[in-house]
Structures are given as structure tokens and as C-alpha cells.
């Protein structure tokens, strides 16, 4: 780092020291986020149900978090929830209002504002995925400074993270890596987590998007952390844990999109990965956005030991998460039975399939944590 470049962030983070308040030391889980719920859907009048893929997201997860959707005149799009007021939410027990949508450059349109200051007049939190600050808008900073609500701005963190360290953690941790972007990380981490918890096993999902997030409730977006900090944001994330706990860590891009490449590597070194279970896309030849070409789930499974060993030297894979949307159920199956045999490693697509051969090699893998379930409360 240049040496000017590196004296202006430590004078900036020497700054923010100053004026942020430092979190307490405890026992306590400390994240840096951290969203109430349970959630008002806010879908505004988006076009489509592609624009409120996030919201989508969220209600497919944490259902029981999603009292409802407010929808403006025109919304042509519907999660299948019952349509409320702000007051009406308030009174059944919202207690966040969530912008769950994405559209053109992120920016909250202007016909919104006056929604999300009636909800913080109403004693509503605000979350937004958008890449415009609610802060920024004057009338929604001034109604929440007037209320004493929170806004959350998901793809921003205000947190200062230290750079990672590296030093060696208790609990256990699980890191879903990929061929490509979009190619179910996030599915797959979630899914591992509800057949886990399914089990009585120890696990939490930790988002590093912010989709999970909204679904988690807690966790940073990794894409908004300066990249010094992404190692350290995900050890603040997936801290030290009771030995048999397995912190599932969502995986972000790809260590082989050139994209992408240098938030996966501080991912994985953050993560201090015990096991990592590589997703793909099959019927997909191209990185997504670039012209390279996909890398083979050998390569990723080669590189992702090489480079993880930094600061897990135990680092190994687990098993193999495919979106085998694309192929006819025959052809799905013989392409993971395929696999399976050609890597020795279990394989299935959790939307299809679940993810039960997955949590059984880990048992085998990891047996302390069966025992951890096994033992008697308190």
C-alpha cells in the first residue's frame, strides 16, 4: 500500500475510533448488524417480481419474519403475503420496514421518501438494499433522528473492522465457495443450516450479502467493506464459538472471476474454513459477465486448499451443491452421481434434493459435532 494511501486510512479509521462507540466485551455474540423483525415487505411500484428478488428472498427464508408487503398503486409485484398499511403493521407487530427491492442504480426514488418517513413517524426501523444512503435523504434522516429510529443501509457498514488476523478460533466454520457468481452459495448455506438446526445440530447461517442479511437479520455486506478490511470483517463475523458450533459462511463471487476474485480470497481467509462445499452451474461454460471461461470444479477445489491453508491449514472440501435447474430430472441425477464418484465427494442440488448427504459426511467428517447435539441441555 502506497504510503500516502496508508496514512490516510489511519487517520480516517483513527478518526471513526473516535466518535464510534466500541461494542462492550462479553460472551455475547457481537455482529454489526443487526435488524429487528418481525418485517413490512415494502415493494413500492416495481415493475416485476425481478425487481423485488430480494424481498422474494427474504419471504422464502424467514416466512415467519414477513407480516406483510406494501405495494403502491401499479406494484407488479406480489410475495403472496396480506397487503398492509403502515399502521396496520405496526399494530399486528412489525417492527422494521424493508426496502426489498433493486432497480437502476440503487437510488431511492423520490415518490418513496414520504412512505419511509411515515413509517419512522410510526415507530417503524427502516432497512434498505439500495445503494443510495437513507441517511442522505434529508426528510428520512431528520424523521429518524426525530423518532429515534434506526436506518439500515445494508450495503454500507459503518463498523470499523481490524484487518484480519488470522489467529486461530475455537468453534467450527463452513464456507460455500463456487465455479462462478451466482451459482447458490447463499442457497446452499441456508439450506445446510435448516437441515442442520432439522438435527438439533449447532449452526448459524452468516451473511455476507445483502440478501442474507435481510434474511439473517445480522451480518455485513462484504462488497461494502474496504478490501483491507474483508478478512477481518469475516472474523468479526464467524467469532470464536463453543467447539462443536459451526458458523455457515455464505461465499461471495468466485477465486477465479476476475471480477470478483479479491473478495472470495479475503472471504476465505477470514473464514478460517474447516470445510467448503463447492457450487456450480453445469450447463454453464462462461463466467458470468466476462469472457472467461468457467474453471472446473477441480480447479476451484485445488485452489481453494491452496490458498485457505493461509490460515486454516486442515482446510478440505465437503461436497458439491449444483443448480441442475436447467436439466431433466434423469440427466440431473446421473450428472451428480457423475461427480460424486469422480471427486469422492457427496453431491446433490439442495433445491431438488436437499442437502442431507451433505450434513451426513459432515458427522462423519466431524463427529464432535454430533455429540454437541447429542448432549442434554443446560
Known sequence: MPACTAAFWIAHRKIEAEITPQPLQSTEKLYPMQI???????????PDQLAAKTAHGV???RRDWCLGQLRLPSCGADLRLPDMGIQQAVQAGAKTLVIGVANAGGVLPAHWVPVVVQALE???????????????????AQAAATHQRQLFDVRHSDQVFDTGKGTPRSGLRLLTVGTDCSSGKKYTALALERAMRAQGLDADFCATGQTGVFISGRGVAIDAVVADFISGAVEWLSQAAAPGHW??????????????????????????????????????????????ALPSIRQVIDLTIRCGQLTNPDIKPLGLS????ALPDTEARETLARLATEYGLPATDPVRYGVDTLVQRLLQDYPQTARLAAAPAG
Open 36 to 46: 429487528p423483525h418481525p418485517y413490512l415487505m415494502f415493494l413500492g411500484d416495481v
Open 59 to 61: 419471504n422464502d427464508w
Open 122 to 140: 410510526a415507530g417503524l426501523h427502516v432497512a434498505s438494499g439500495l445503494h443510495q444512503r437513507l441517511g442522505a435523504v434529508p426528510a428520512i
Open 247 to 292: 458458523h455457515l459462511i455464505e461465499g461471495q463471487g468466485s477465486l477465479f472471476h476476475p471480477s470478483f476474485a479479491g473478495v472470495s480470497l479475503g472471504l476465505l481467509h477470514g473464514a478460517q474454513a474447516d470445510a467448503f462445499v463447492v457450487c456450480h452451474e453445469p450447463t454453464r461454460h462462461r463466467m458470468r459477465g466476462v469472457q472467461h
Open 322 to 325: 449444483l443448480n441442475t435447474q
